[in-house]
């Protein structure tokens, strides 16, 4: 797997100070995406353990609330099987900490059904994940005053309660996370 870049201070994407990791590899293609140089699945630097202990590093500051992942698209089967052994290693070391994560993917049509790449690796994703931000960017959906999404079609899902209610619970801007 290649990513595009980390941003290690980013107060963009989640809340709080969080360190962020955009992936390479995209099939979506969504139209006016911010990042289409990101669809390449070649782009970017190869993600290797030396860069996996640059973030975990990165991560140990208080200030830092949380970790964000993102792309491309993380739920790409060639990213999956990459991240969900890294989330995992990353959970394990910062409990305490949210992870979020954006998918141009659908969560209940395409990540649980298994439509998109292994369901085994795409639930241990979701398992380490307290925030996912689902769907397609629609250019005529987009809305800038949307806080974490471009579009108002995208949601911000709340994973451990949809995945303990076997339903959506969507996260508001009161839920501090």
Known sequence: MNYATIKWYDISNGPG????LYVSGCR????????????DFAY???????IENKIIKAMIPDYIKGFT???????EPENAEVIAPFLERLREQFPQKSFWCFTGYDYEADLLTGKKGNIDTVMRILKCLD???DGRFVEELK?????FRGSS???IILVQPSLEKDDVVLWDEKTII
């Open 44 to 50: 970017g630097e190869p993600f290797t353990r030396d």
């Open 143 to 147: 809305d800038l005053n949307l806080l």
């Open 17 to 20: 100070v969080r360190v962020s």
């Open 28 to 39: 979506n293609h969504c139209k006016n995406c911010f990042n289409p140089e990101t669809w």
């Open 131 to 133: 925030v996912l931000v």
């Open 69 to 75: 992942l993102l792309g491309g698209d993380p739920f």
């Open 153 to 155: 079609n995208q949601r």
